[in-house]
């Protein structure tokens, strides 16, 4: 067993190694990509989508997971949604569709996208609480603290499925009730649609709801940019550091920004895939909200030299540059 | 239309005859200032940089009115404006030819005493005076003018000039970084786009449009080069300096790009064989407020390069200088509509002009000049405020109290259209650089 984990850990250091390689191959072949943000976050993508693939084929894949996700964002915020997440990904090669078909993406009110982030809060909980509603209206003949607790972590309905709801990306093969000429739906939240809706439905209208839901998640992230980083379930887990002021020296992973060399020119809000503000409503210094998914579309962007910085733990990674690249003087 | 050349609701009747002594005069005068202000750049930097030259040419009237005819010619549009807040973009992608018809002659500003009272701005009598006896070629040149309403001033200025030419005027919303301001701003910019593609016939494209975006953006990146090198040593005067960002305004965008990157190349050569213009413990002074136009209102950056002791203007806050192309349009999907939104938003968003004002009141220009004196090393500040610009002497409170905290002298400096307190603002200048050079030795 500990040699197998040993194998497996090797194998995906490998693949990390040859990956990364690649990438730096590619970027210094291609010198000007290395100044282009969005490319190098697209590559990350994959590389992420692939390696959640051999954690699912991982025997303690779960737990892997479910320690990063739930780790991850006490350094680095909702790093994980701008960077690894394959759900993100998939929206965002719906968004390259877009482009070249040249469609203008819609833009949601600020309170509607205000609203449904905080809507999130809501799901999230719905969803802990409905195995238990389940439990009491059907219960069992013992009802103690152990019942409840696998309730909660395994049971028929795994409330801790909308934890890793969006990294259950299609190419993980799954065996669900929907099928199509024998390939299953394997597509993030499908799996937690079909569970639910099974309890009140019948079968034919599971797979119904399944494919309206696919279908209105495609519609819906051709339209709008990133929709369901807006209101993600898994997001409120993760961003829960970055949403309150007080936390502001928690996540080491942040968005910096310098208050003199901002013109506001309202740039940074434009560009942002969910919409936030904050980056360009704060005054200066560490910007805080959950909403952004640290895509840093915006510290790409951003046309004034050193005026929106990325920091982690006080050291600037990556900064606004004057992105019609400035001449060096002394 | 109306027969506009029938009915006039604001200029006075005027005979042919005393238009054209009166042209003849200025016009001669116009040329010996000129002349004369080159001629004391050359003097003030004997090694100025070579490439200088083809901006010396182009600050002639006469080079660029040429071009001009001759396009017109072949049956291209011009289009003028008043303020910077005119979307250049869309006008060359129209295929048409920006330029900006702001008159810096200072006789022309007592010709517009006919028309409005000597208490309104001389940069905008001076442009009634300019239109009154044709003295401006590009005004006379524009087959219509943009005209923003931003000051006073220049909300009536379009209103006097529409008795000559079309004008499209383009209300600008007071608050800039609200949604509602925004969608009016949008509104407008799309219908002057209209308007530009009705004038000159061509539909502006997404692809033109996109090559117009490109074309600017380029000139902000030469641009900003030139305003970095002006961070270190003074490698060029600041008097040059102006006069390359100025000719921005009626040269030919492309060409204007390419020599302003050969005079970076040049200036940066100079830098690395520490060539400087002038000794580098000059004192360095930023000058903020109403915009300077060439040719005549180049008084104050003479008087501060060439007062004893000499000063040297490495930065500006000015709408003829530093802020024409300091902020460029930034698209995220080539779309048109994505676009128009960014050019909107450029144009409306990152101005620093007075006459905006927001939650914080005009925080984004105390911000500007923050960043300039800490990035460019200023050592002294000069306000310079013509009489009759109401938006700019209204703010000199505030900038002053920023500055004395950080405990950066400023100067305000009070002028008119006129040659007569040459002398005496001569004294005042160079007190005030006597002052700043004492500061430095310290």
């Given at each position: 067993?500990?040699?197998?984990?040993?194998?497996?850990?090797?194998?995906?250091?490998?693949?990390?190694?040859?990956?990364?390689?690649?990438?730096?191959?590619?970027?210094?072949?291609?010198?000007?990509?290395?100044?282009?943000?969005?490319?190098?976050?697209?590559?990350?993508?994959?590389v992420?989508?692939?390696?959640?693939?051999?954690?699912?084929?991982?025997?303690?894949?779960?737990?892997?997971?479910?320690?990063?996700?739930?780790?991850?964002?006490?350094?680095?915020?909702?790093?994980?949604?701008?960077?690894?997440?394959?759900?993100?990904?998939?929206?965002?090669?719906?968004?390259?569709?877009?482009?070249?078909?040249?469609?203008?993406?819609?833009?949601?009110?600020?309170?509607?996208?205000?609203?449904?982030?905080?809507?999130?809060?809501?799901?999230?909980?719905?969803?802990?609480?409905?195995?238990?509603?389940?439990?009491?209206?059907?219960p069992?003949?013992?009802?103690?603290?152990?019942?409840?607790?696998?309730?909660?972590?395994?049971?028929?309905?795994?409330?801790?499925?909308?934890?890793?709801?969006?990294?259950?990306?299609?190419?993980?093969?799954?065996?669900?009730?929907?099928?199509?000429?024998?390939?299953y739906?394997?597509?993030?939240?499908?799996?937690?649609?079909?569970?639910?809706?099974?309890?009140?439905?019948?079968?034919?209208?599971?797979?119904?709801?399944?494919?309206v839901?696919?279908?209105?998640?495609?519609?819906?992230?051709?339209?709008v940019?990133?929709?369901?980083?807006?209101?993600?379930?898994?997001?409120?887990?993760?961003?829960?550091?970055?949403?309150?002021?007080?936390?502001?020296?928690?996540?080491?992973?942040?968005?910096?920004?310098?208050?003199?060399?901002?013109?506001?020119?309202?740039?940074?809000?434009?560009?942002?895939?969910?919409?936030?503000?904050?980056?360009?409503?704060?005054?200066?210094?560490?910007?805080?909200?959950?909403m952004?998914?640290?895509?840093?579309?915006?510290?790409?962007?951003?046309?004034?030299?050193?005026?929106?910085?990325?920091?982690?733990g006080?050291?600037?990674?990556?900064?606004?540059?004057?992105?019609?690249?400035?001449?060096?003087?002394? | 239309?109306?027969?506009?050349?029938?009915?006039?609701?604001?200029?006075?009747?005027?005979?042919?005859?005393?238009?054209?002594?009166?042209?003849?005069?200025?016009?001669?005068?116009?040329?010996?200032?000129?002349?004369?202000?080159?001629?004391?750049?050359?003097?003030?930097?004997?090694?100025?940089?070579?490439?200088?030259?083809?901006?010396?040419?182009?600050?002639?009237?006469?080079?660029?009115?040429?071009?001009?005819?001759?396009?017109?010619?072949?049956?291209?549009?011009?289009?003028?404006?008043?303020?910077?807040?005119?979307?250049?973009?869309?006008?060359?992608?129209?295929?048409?030819?920006?330029?900006?018809?702001?008159?810096?002659?200072?006789?022309?500003?007592?010709?517009?005493?006919?028309?409005?009272p000597?208490?309104?701005?001389?940069?905008?009598?001076?442009?009634?005076?300019?239109?009154?006896?044709?003295?401006?070629?590009?005004?006379e040149?524009?087959?219509?003018?943009?005209?923003?309403?931003?000051?006073?001033?220049?909300?009536?200025l379009?209103?006097?000039?529409?008795?000559?030419?079309?004008?499209?005027?383009?209300?600008?919303?007071?608050?800039?970084?609200?949604?509602?301001?925004?969608?009016?701003?949008?509104e407008?910019?799309?219908?002057?786009?209209?308007?530009?593609?009705?004038?000159?016939?061509?539909?502006?494209?997404?692809?033109?449009?996109?090559?117009?975006?490109?074309?600017?953006?380029?000139?902000?990146?030469?641009?900003?080069?030139?305003?970095?090198?002006?961070?270190?040593?003074?490698?060029?005067?600041?008097?040059?300096?102006?006069?390359?960002?100025?000719?921005?305004?009626?040269?030919?965008?492309?060409?204007?790009?390419?020599?302003?990157?050969?005079l970076?190349?040049?200036?940066?050569?100079?830098?690395?064989?520490?060539?400087?213009?002038?000794?580098?413990d000059?004192?360095?002074?930023?000058?903020?407020?109403?915009?300077?136009?060439?040719?005549?209102?180049?008084?104050?950056?003479?008087?501060?390069?060439?007062?004893?002791?000499?000063?040297?203007?490495?930065?500006?806050?000015?709408?003829?200088?530093?802020r024409?192309?300091?902020?460029?349009?930034?698209?995220?999907?080539?779309?048109?509509s994505?676009?128009?939104?960014?050019?909107?938003?450029?144009?409306?968003?990152?101005?620093?002009?007075?006459?905006?004002?927001?939650?914080?009141?005009?925080?984004?220009?105390i911000?500007?000049?923050?960043?300039?004196?800490?990035?460019?090393n200023?050592?002294?500040?000069?306000?310079?405020?013509?009489?009759?610009?109401?938006?700019?002497?209204?703010?000199?409170?505030?900038?002053k109290?920023?500055?004395?905290?950080?405990?950066?002298?400023v100067?305000?400096?009070?002028?008119?259209?006129?040659?007569?307190?040459?002398?005496?603002?001569?004294?005042?200048?160079?007190?005030?650089?006597?002052?700043?050079?004492?500061?430095?030795?310290?």
């Amino acid at each position: 067993m500990i040699m197998e984990l040993i194998g497996e850990i090797l194998k995906l250091t490998v693949l990390a190694g040859l990956t990364l390689a690649g990438i730096l191959v590619i970027l210094i072949w291609k010198k000007g990509l290395a100044t282009k943000v969005t490319y190098l976050r697209f590559l990350v993508q994959v590389v992420s989508m692939v390696a959640v693939f051999y954690l699912f084929t991982y025997p303690v894949w779960q737990l892997i997971v479910l320690i990063v996700i739930l780790v991850l964002p006490l350094f680095l915020g909702r790093f994980f949604c701008g960077w690894l997440c394959p759900f993100a990904l998939y929206m965002d090669a719906i968004t390259l569709i877009r482009k070249a078909v040249k469609v203008r993406y819609r833009i949601l009110p600020d309170k509607l996208n205000k609203f449904l982030h905080n809507l999130r809060y809501v799901l999230f909980l719905v969803f802990l609480i409905i195995p238990f509603v389940l439990v009491l209206l059907d219960p069992p003949s013992s009802l103690d603290l152990a019942t409840l607790l696998a309730l909660l972590l395994s049971g028929p309905f795994e409330p801790l499925r909308i934890l890793i709801g969006p990294i259950i990306p299609l190419i993980v093969s799954w065996e669900g009730p929907l099928a199509i000429s024998g390939v299953y739906f394997s597509y993030p939240y499908v799996q937690e649609v079909i569970l639910y809706s099974e309890v009140v439905f019948s079968e034919v209208f599971v797979n119904i709801i399944a494919l309206v839901f696919v279908a209105l998640t495609f519609v819906g992230s051709f339209f709008v940019r990133r929709v369901w980083c807006r209101f993600c379930p898994t997001g409120s887990s993760i961003a829960v550091v970055n949403r309150f002021k007080g936390f502001k020296w928690a996540p080491l992973l942040h968005i910096d920004k310098d208050e003199e060399k901002c013109t506001k020119c309202g740039i940074c809000k434009r560009v942002c895939p969910v919409q936030v503000t904050e980056v360009y409503e704060q005054k200066g210094g560490k910007i805080t909200t959950s909403m952004c998914t640290l895509c840093t579309r915006c510290v790409e962007m951003c046309p004034y030299e050193d005026c929106l910085k990325v920091k982690l733990g006080g050291k600037t990674v990556f900064k606004s540059r004057n992105w019609l690249e400035p001449s060096t003087t002394e | 239309m109306k027969n506009k050349s029938e009915e006039k609701k604001y200029m006075p009747e005027i005979s042919q005859k005393e238009i054209d002594e009166l042209r003849k005069a200025i016009t001669a005068t116009s040329q010996r200032v000129v002349a004369e202000n080159i001629e004391k750049m050359k003097k003030a930097d004997p090694n100025r940089p070579e490439a200088m030259q083809y901006f010396d040419e182009i600050a002639d009237f006469a080079t660029r009115e040429k071009e001009i005819r001759a396009a017109k010619q072949e049956g291209k549009k011009v289009i003028g404006y008043m303020c910077l807040f005119a979307p250049t973009e869309l006008i060359l992608a129209a295929d048409a030819i920006p330029v900006r018809v702001n008159s810096g002659w200072y006789d022309a500003s007592k010709l517009g005493d006919r028309v409005v009272p000597v208490e309104v701005c001389p940069v905008v009598r001076s442009t009634i005076g300019a239109k009154m006896i044709a003295l401006s070629p590009y005004l006379e040149l524009s087959d219509a003018l943009i005209s923003v309403l931003t000051c006073d001033g220049m909300t009536k200025l379009g209103e006097i000039l529409s008795d000559y030419t079309p004008v499209w005027a383009m209300s600008i919303p007071r608050v800039k970084d609200s949604a509602q301001s925004m969608r009016l701003w949008i509104e407008e910019i799309k219908s002057v786009k209209g308007q530009i593609e009705a004038l000159t016939g061509n539909k502006i494209k997404s692809k033109q449009l996109k090559s117009a975006i490109e074309l600017t953006q380029k000139a902000t990146k030469a641009f900003r080069r030139l305003q970095d090198l002006r961070k270190g040593s003074p490698v060029i005067m600041g008097r040059d300096a102006m006069l390359v960002n100025q000719t921005y305004m009626w040269d030919n965008i492309e060409r204007w790009t390419e020599k302003t990157e050969a005079l970076c190349d040049e200036l940066e050569k100079r830098v690395s064989q520490k060539n400087w213009a002038c000794p580098p413990d000059t004192p360095r002074v930023m000058v903020t407020g109403t915009p300077m136009i060439w040719p005549d209102n180049w008084k104050v950056p003479t008087l501060v390069e060439e007062a004893n002791p000499q000063g040297v203007l490495v930065a500006d806050e000015l709408c003829s200088g530093e802020r024409l192309l300091y902020d460029p349009v930034g698209v995220d999907e080539w779309s048109m509509s994505d676009m128009l939104n960014a050019i909107a938003e450029r144009y409306l968003m990152a101005s620093t002009c007075p006459c905006f004002t927001s939650e914080d009141g005009n925080e984004d220009r105390i911000n500007w000049l923050l960043n300039k004196i800490k990035e460019w090393n200023i050592q002294g500040v000069i306000y310079y405020v013509v009489r009759g610009c109401m938006l700019y002497a209204m703010e000199y409170t505030r900038v002053k109290k920023v500055l004395d905290r950080m405990s950066v002298p400023v100067y305000y400096l009070d002028t008119e259209y006129t040659r007569e307190d040459v002398g005496q603002m001569k004294t005042r200048v160079e007190a005030f650089l006597e002052m700043l050079s004492a500061r430095i030795d310290i």
